[in-house]
């Protein structure tokens, strides 16, 4: 084997960039965490001096902080006055919680997977699963974090509203489960955009039905919200006009049973709203930064979490259209569509008549 040691050199760049940017993404998370990107965001140039006193930190290790968040250019310096600047433009990603493409928590995300790495690789080797609520609690914040903006952002301004007819209903007043809720972001931005509707979320992690609980109360929605400790095949609740799966039919063990309980569930007339990661239907469609993390995640957390279950079908998080609308049409899904995207979201409707 004789490389060309120009390729070699060229690919031994592209790692020492991930694995920069892996240690940095830890100093990402702490800049969050500690409030630096929000204290910068706006204020102009600053020292390091300012930037510790107005966080209530150290400045010799606000100054290294920097020093690496200049080298990744995430901050600007001008070097004769020495002093930081967080650019207009960085603000959303990093430093407003409600913005649709703040990312940061996708670093707590990232926590987890660390922490959990023994258990991931067990599994590589044993074939078995690894259930939802085995892994690390950072990732249950993580992703509630994460996936909340965009939902504020689009579910009932663009999402909803891309479907034939449900938005008329859910102002009139209707039923609507969202199974797989999580933390229940998701249901909680519907219950308050349509206050006449009464909502259902179901998962079958009880501690995340306990912080969906409490969430429910701190936005005033308790009571046109009820969430239960259910799978996705055994909630008993019935007679729904929207029925959600939020970023979780592809981490279902069974996701053709999941929708085939959703079809006798749902009215004659209701609809499915299908948001999956985007994707397209092969892997030479996939080759991107975006489906280079949703495989990361797929590989540590959605195929385990559908493995760990019964069928274990393990869609993994880029399916594509084609075999997600092969996963409903098996259920019994007649009419499929592509209502509408986003850079991070294929949002499929589904519909029996």
């Known amino acids: 084997m004789n490389p060309d040691m120009n390729k070699v050199e060229a690919f031994a760049g592209q790692v020492i960039a991930d694995i920069s940017a892996t240690f940095s993404g830890v100093m990402t998370n702490i800049g969050h965490k500690l409030g630096l990107y929000k204290a910068m965001a706006g ?17 010799r290790y606000v100054r290294e902080w920097l020093n690496n968040q200049v080298a990744g250019g995430y901050i600007d310096y001008d070097a004769e006055a020495h002093r930081y600047t967080l650019p207009d433009a960085h603000v959303p990603v990093l430093a407003d919680d409600e913005s649709p493409v ?15 790495e023994d258990r991931i690789s067990g599994v590589f080797q044993s074939g078995e699963g690894i259930a939802w609520g085995e892994h690390h609690h950072r990732l249950f914040c993580g ?5 909340r903006p965009g ?4 579910l009932t301004t663009t999402w909803i509203t891309s479907l034939n007819g449900v938005e008329e209903k859910l102002h009139t007043g209707a039923r609507v489960a969202d199974v797989g809720c999580g933390h229940g972001a998701s249901t909680i931005v519907m219950a308050q955009a349509y206050p006449n509707s009464v909502f259902h979320g179901f ?3 009880k501690h995340s039905i306990e912080t969906a609980r409490q969430r429910a109360e701190e936005a005033g929605v308790a009571d046109n919200v009820h969430f ?3 799978s996705a095949k055994d909630y008993t609740e019935s007679g729904f006009d929207l029925i959600c799966f939020m970023d979780c039919l592809h981490d279902m063990g069974d996701p053709v049973g999941a929708a085939r309980h959703a079809r006798r569930t749902l009215k004659t007339d209701g609809t499915v709203l299908l948001v999956e990661p985007v994707a397209g239907d092969a892997v030479n469609e996939n080759i991107n930064p975006v489906s280079r993390l949703y495989y990361a995640a797929s590989t540590a957390v959605c195929t385990p979490c559908s493995r760990s279950q019964e069928v274990g079908l393990a869609l993994g998080a880029q399916a594509g259209e084609k075999r997600l609308s092969e996963v409903m049409q098996e259920a019994g899904f007649k009419h499929m569509r592509r209502a509408t995207e986003t850079p991070f979201n294929l949002v499929l409707e589904a519909r029996v008549a």
């Open 151 to 154: 939902y504020k952002a689009h």
């Open 203 to 205: 998962d079958s992690h």
């Open 228 to 230: 239960h400790v259910a």
């Open 43 to 59: 204020a102009g140039a600053l020292t390091s001096q300012q930037l510790a006193e107005a966080t209530g930190t150290h400045e």
């Open 102 to 116: 703040f990312l940061v928590p996708a670093l707590e995300v990232a926590a987890s997977l660390w922490l959990d």
């Open 143 to 147: 992703s509630e974090s994460l996936f």
